[in-house]
């Protein structure tokens, strides 16, 4: 049984910064592509960054490169989202995903496990 455990997200002002961290059981974290989504009420739920399972490549939506970087700590099996430059419309719940591929993915379909998910609100 694979779990994911979200933490990190909160309330911040415009320009603020947030680190998302996600927690994964299992014993072959190492071998997984990893994601992290996000979904405002009503709408789909969408891809902010992806990771490969080496660290070695990564994706950012439009939207957040510059601003947001994803990275992956093997040893403690624990992938993170540094949110710099935040802004209002990056509020959203934000879902970390884990996928038994190592490549990079940008589908919610290419992802097998999920987080419960953690609310990132930024007010302007």
């Known amino acids: 049984q694979v779990q994911l455990v979200e933490s990190g997200g909160g309330s911040v002002q415009a320009g603020g910064s947030l680190t998302l961290s996600c927690v994964v059981s299992?014993?072959?974290?190492?071998?997984?592509?990893m994601g992290w989504f996000r979904q405002v009420p009503g709408k789909e739920r969408l891809i902010v960054a992806t990771?490969?399972?080496?660290?070695?490549?990564?994706y950012f939506t439009d939207s957040v490169k510059g601003r947001f970087t994803i990275s992956r700590d093997n040893a403690k099996n624990t992938v993170y989202l540094q949110m710099n430059s935040l802004k209002p419309e990056d509020t959203a719940v934000y879902y970390c995903?884990?996928?038994?591929?190592?490549?990079?993915?940008?589908?919610?379909?290419?992802?097998?496990?999920w987080g419960q998910g953690t609310q990132v609100t930024v007010s302007s």
């Open positions: 299992g014993r072959i974290f190492g071998s997984y592509g």
């Open positions: 995903a884990a996928r038994q591929w190592a490549s990079i993915a940008l589908r919610t379909a290419d992802y097998k496990y």
């Open positions: 990771i490969t399972s080496s660290g070695g490549d990564t």
